[in-house]
């Protein structure tokens, strides 16, 4: 019984050291993303439904620390391409929708932000 529990130990122990958070500069900078994304006013779609803007950014915080416990993401580009782009269920790219603008894939929606993020 002991080994069992040693063995459970040192398993959770090593899943726990395999999961990284973003460095701190990434994380800033997804975070901003998000912001924007929440405070933009524009719609997100993922898979055939409308969110708000706020509630994408809910959704897409839990994609975040699900990629961040699988050490899959260490940039905020990363962070666009795996979890921001396209839901992992359907494959649907998801869009960003703007006032009466087209939609647009949320990747070159997001990848735009980021740019200007980082020109500031």
């Not at 979890?83 to 703007?98: D, E, N, P, Q």
Request: charged residues 20%; hydrophobic residues 45%.
């Amino acid at each position: 019984m002991m080994r069992k529990i040693a063995a459970l130990v040192f398993a959770l122990a090593g899943a726990a050291a395999q999961a990284a958070p973003l460095p701190a500069p990434a994380r800033a900078e997804v975070d901003a993303l998000l912001n924007r994304l929440q405070a933009s006013g524009c719609q997100f779609n993922r898979n055939g439904s409308w969110y708000s803007g706020a509630d994408a950014r809910t959704h897409l915080l839990r994609k975040l620390e699900y990629l961040e416990k699988k050490d899959m993401v260490k940039n905020a580009e990363q962070f666009i391409d795996l979890g921001a782009s396209s839901s992992s269920s359907s494959g649907k790219a998801y869009l960003v929708k703007c006032g009466t603008a087209a939609p647009a894939e949320s990747k070159a929606w997001l990848s735009t932000e980021l740019k200007a993020i980082r020109a500031h």
